[in-house]
């Protein structure tokens, strides 16, 4: 706890530009424990309106045009919010990471990780975890046939099934397996060296394990050991192992043609991809532009489009140049206060989660490539450390979406949100104004 407490300081030790939010409380202070005057949920839309309108941040990449629309060239969008539930499965320990299973919302927060029915918001259908707290924080959680992976602060990753009953999850094992281990531990070279004086298995990791990306039945695994393994899922082998970044490695994504991006301390996103024919994966590319510290990374569904978060409080659109098989930057989203701690995609909408304690939603608009920045999600009191998103299939609004959100925060709590937006221009013939909001902010 101490550490994450020195690394959010650090990436928000810079000096903030201020973004303007009409209307819109901003959250007060947080402290060191979780506070009992936290807004309570609510399911009723406020009647106030009011236009969402950020001054642009000319501090954080002054180079790079900002994809944001200003008010003058914007879309109209209607948008109402509603915070629907708070939860609070540990309350005196930070939520690390957030997934969505079916009608599943899973929770980690410290070594334990809790099971909700998402549509309801309030059935706990279990709880599990580690047996033992020396495991540390619960960092990553992943799915892949039918098994759920966690990462964790000791350099494991565990697996686990859901027993028969459907009702309690049991842990198969923990990566890698004690088979995997005892193929190579009698050979020298199967060993590396990860400290002065320190050997041990090159298909172990070395310190905690920060992310994991599942493509095609294949297991990506990130560490803060700078390193990224590659495990197989039919039998959890290890299978390829490469020191991935000079420093710490936070994120990682597969896009649907099976290119890995890989985010860390050292401001680089590496690019990875394994050429027909071979066995390994190879470094095509190395993208540098961001200033400090890479937190979050998000690839639209096309795989087309990459986002990456960082302390420096921008968000990075990268997208695939036609004469090459990498990205290059286009452009930067501003508005938040204080470092990136997360991202997600969902459809044409970009969520993001900042140590400011907000969560921004922004859409993309016509013509591709500009984005609006149409709600901010105001109520958690300490940094949004993770999100997840669905749209809701039964959605009824006319010429728009239903979305509901999971934002989950290092005060212990996640928020559930009603988010709906739709798209007005057709009402008002397509006249260029600012988004507007209608809801309470989970205040």
């Avoid at 020396?134 to 602060?153: I, R, V």
């Avoid at 922004?362 to 984005?371: F, L």
Wanted: net charge positive; proline share 4%; charged share 20%.
């Amino acid at each position: 706890m101490r550490l994450l407490s020195s690394w959010l300081n650090s990436c928000s030790s810079a000096s903030c530009a201020t973004a303007t939010i009409p209307s819109t409380k901003k959250p007060p202070a947080s402290n060191d424990t979780t506070s009992s005057d936290s807004p309570s949920p609510s399911t009723s839309t406020s009647t106030t309106t009011s236009s969402l309108q950020s001054n642009l941040s000319v501090q954080t990449h002054p180079s790079f045009p900002s994809l944001q629309k200003l008010p003058s060239h914007g879309f109209r969008y209607l948008v109402s919010q509603h915070c629907l539930a708070s939860l609070n499965p540990h309350p005196s320990h930070p939520l690390t990471s957030l997934a969505v299973q079916g009608d599943h919302l899973y929770a980690a927060s410290s070594h334990q990780i809790t099971v909700y029915d998402r549509r309801t918001c309030t059935d706990l259908l279990c709880s599990f975890g580690s047996q033992h707290s020396s495991s540390g924080s619960t960092k990553a959680l992943a799915f892949c046939n039918g098994k759920l992976f966690t990462t964790h602060q000791d350099s494991k990753i565990r697996v686990w099934k859901l027993l028969p009953d459907k009702k309690r999850y049991q842990m198969v094992t923990a990566l890698p397996t004690v088979n995997d281990r005892l193929r190579r531990f009698l050979l020298p070279k199967n060993y590396v060296t990860v400290r002065r004086h320190r050997k041990q298995l090159w298909i172990q990791h070395a310190d905690a394990v920060t992310g994991l990306a599942v493509y095609n039945n294949i297991i990506y695994s990130v560490s803060w050991d700078k390193s990224m393994k590659i495990w197989r899922a039919c039998d959890l082998r290890c299978v390829e192992s490469m020191k991935a970044h000079d420093d710490a490695v936070n994120a990682v994504v597969v896009s649907r043609d099976g290119t890995v991006y890989t985010g860390s301390a050292d401001k680089r996103i590496r690019v990875w991809s394994k050429p027909d024919g071979e066995k390994r994966h190879v470094l095509i590319a190395t993208l540098e532009k961001h200033r400090s510290a890479i937190n979050a990374l998000a690839l639209n569904e096309e795989g087309s489009v990459l986002f990456s978060g960082a302390c420096d409080r921008s968000i990075l659109v990268w997208e695939r140049e036609h004469s090459a098989n990498h990205m290059v930057v286009s452009g930067a989203l501003r508005g938040h206060e204080k470092a990136i701690l997360c991202l997600i995609n969902v459809r044409d909408l970009l969520l993001s989660g900042s140590a400011d304690r907000t969560v921004r939603i922004w859409k993309q608009g016509v013509p591709s490539g500009s984005y609006c920045c149409i709600t901010v999600l105001v109520g958690h009191q300490k940094p949004v450390k993770s999100l997840e998103a669905v749209t809701e299939s039964e959605s009824s609004e006319p010429n728009g979406d239903v979305v509901s959100v999971f934002s989950g925060s290092l005060d212990g709590e996640i928020r559930v949100w009603r988010v709906s937006i739709r798209d007005d221009d057709a009402d008002l013939n397509r006249t260029s104004r600012c988004p507007q909001m209608i809801g309470d902010g989970g205040a």
